[in-house]
């Protein structure tokens, strides 16, 4: 069971309903922020 055109054009209408296409961009910026920010913090973290 894999994740096909389908099921991503579908994620995708749902995203622009739920935020509209305005806000989209600043979402993503957003959640590549928070994941730059854990990736950040896995390298400071002296554990690992």
Same mark, same amino acid.
């Given at each position: 069971?894999?994740?096909?055109?389908?099921?991503?054009?579908? %994620? %995708?209408?749902?995203?622009?309903?739920?935020?509209?296409?305005?806000?989209?961009?600043?979402?993503?910026?957003?959640?590549? !922020?928070?994941?730059?920010?854990?990736?950040?913090?896995? !390298?400071?973290?002296? !554990?690992?």
């Amino acid at each position: 069971m894999g994740f096909s055109l389908t099921h991503c054009v579908i %994620l %995708l209408v749902v995203v622009l309903v739920i935020f509209g296409a305005g806000r989209v961009p600043q979402v993503m910026g957003d959640i590549a !922020k928070g994941i730059k920010s854990f990736k950040d913090g896995l !390298k400071d973290d002296p !554990k690992l």
